[in-house]
């Protein structure tokens, strides 16, 4: 498998750190040799060479703040000439996400699955805005478009639902689909306002110094979106799911809700009604007996409810370096491993 990594930053950082420290169990395996060809970012520059870059050299520049453009494979181009200069197998993209207009994430996976590489990426925009035609793309060209890391980083969501799931009936998957927001009203339970929380998560480095991606719900609106395209087969723009976030969430509503057996989660969901696909995002009383009541702090989940099974609930983390890394390294897995 001949790799191009776009975007090495925490995600690329991370899925590297893992195909470095699992080149052998990934061949005992799986069969399975990762050669990174190259490497596109911004700041830290750009690597190619057919036969291989040195990753561990890369990483090790990127981590202590060098240009990895420092080492002897630097290429000059940008990412689209990478894609169209290197003989690839697969992209890993994972440059940052724009939800408005989804670039450049999808002009590299668009030219990377017109020259036939199977694509996968973490990035939410694409998936987002342009699910159909991207998928689109990948069959006609015969190749595989692979996202797990959109919803839920790398916890199984996306490839529970595709395969473990399979022949199940889905009328709805709910669930807490943003950290940052969950950790906040976790942390208000023990009697914070809002704005001490907050202040502690941008501390802590859970919360951007702008937190309204988070707060204000937009994060979990395009992993919604996401959902319904990709689950439910619908065409759906974020715009057209009411989103509301939990910024006039009390500290006093919060304990009045736990007196009645309650407890405040930003809830995520996508349900079949009728002939309709229907989406939300929006702070809900949940029942105390309910799995998602128990997930605190900045851990996701989401329930599942099928036909043959009734609710399935999967709980994990939904961000994080290595998380997420591995939501490429299960895609990576699934297109070149053999099992
Ligand atoms: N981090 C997580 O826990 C997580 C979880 C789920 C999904 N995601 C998604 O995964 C993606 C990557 O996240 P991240 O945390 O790794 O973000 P990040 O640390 O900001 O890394 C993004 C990288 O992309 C590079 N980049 C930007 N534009 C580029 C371009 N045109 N060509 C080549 N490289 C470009 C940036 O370069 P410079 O910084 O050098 O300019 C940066 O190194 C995002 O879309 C994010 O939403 C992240």
Request: aromatic share 6%.
């Amino acid at each position: 498998m001949r790799l191009l990594l776009v975007g090495f930053g925490t995600v690329g950082q991370g899925l590297a750190e893992l195909l470095l420290e699992k080149e052998k169990s990934l061949l005992d395996e799986y069969g399975l040799k990762v050669d990174v060809i190259g490497i596109s970012d911004m700041l830290k520059g750009s690597l190619y060479n057919a036969d291989g870059i040195d990753l561990a050299a890369a990483l090790e520049k990127a981590k202590s703040g060098d240009k990895i453009s420092d080492l002897s494979d630097k290429y000059d181009g940008d990412a689209l000439g990478l894609i169209a200069t290197a003989d690839a197998d697969m992209i890993v993209e994972a440059t940052y996400t724009d939800i408005k207009t989804a670039e450049p994430a999808t002009s590299h996976i668009r030219a990377a699955l017109e020259k036939g590489m199977h694509v996968t990426t973490t990035n939410k925009g694409p998936e987002a805005l342009f699910f159909h035609d991207l998928a689109k793309l990948a069959k006609e060209k015969g190749v595989q478009f692979l996202y797990e890391g959109t919803v839920m980083s790398g916890t199984p969501v996306l490839n529970l639902i595709r395969e473990t799931l399979a022949g199940c009936d889905i009328s709805e998957v709910k669930g807490i689909l943003n950290g940052t927001t969950n950790y906040i009203l976790s942390e208000m339970e023990a009697g914070l306002t809002y704005e001490d929380v907050l202040k502690t998560a941008q501390e802590l480095g859970y919360a951007e110094a702008v937190p309204d991606a988070d707060v204000l719900g937009w994060d979990a609106l395009a992993k919604v979106t996401i959902i319904a395209n990709t689950v439910f087969g619908a065409t759906c723009k974020p715009d057209d799911f009411p989103c509301k976030g939990i910024t006039e969430i009390t500290s006093d509503a919060i304990a009045d809700a736990k007196k009645r057996g309650k407890r405040f989660k930003l809830i995520g969901k996508v349900w079949r009604d009728g002939d309709q696909v229907k989406g939300s995002v929006a702070p809900e009383e949940v029942d105390l007996s309910h799995p998602l009541a128990g997930v605190m702090g900045a851990t996701n989940a989401v329930t599942v409810t099928t036909d043959a099974l009734g609710d399935v609930t999967i709980v994990g983390p939904g961000a994080g370096r290595v998380e997420t890394g591995y939501s490429a390294l299960v895609d990576i897995i699934h297109v070149g491993g053999k099992r």
